[in-house]
């Protein structure tokens, strides 16, 4: 049952950003994301990892991978779409 729970909590994480990723692909626009958000939130994240690597909490670590996984994906993006977005402004500006 307590396995149960923390998959499930996972599942939500998970869940909740998933929609930021498949916006961001379909629009290629970040306008009003975060970066800083992004690297903190990957900080915890990654902490978040450790800490079920050491307690040997496996929902958590499965859980909290695939949402790693998820903030690495929209950081890229996000990076990614933003250097676009400016060597554009540069080249019209030129």
Avoid at 16 to 37: E, R, Y
Wanted: no cysteine.
């Amino acid at each position: 049952m307590v396995d149960l729970v923390g998959y499930t909590a996972g599942f939500f994480l998970m869940w909740s950003f998933l929609p930021q990723i498949i916006k961001t692909a379909k629009t290629q626009k970040t306008d009003g994301l975060s970066v800083g958000m992004l690297i903190i939130s990957l900080i915890s994240a990654a902490l978040s990892e450790l800490y079920a690597f050491m307690l040997g909490l496996t929902p958590m670590l499965i859980m909290n991978g695939i949402f790693l996984l998820l903030l690495l994906i929209q950081l890229v993006m996000t990076l990614l779409i933003d250097r676009s977005s400016a060597n554009i402004e540069i080249a019209v500006e030129s």
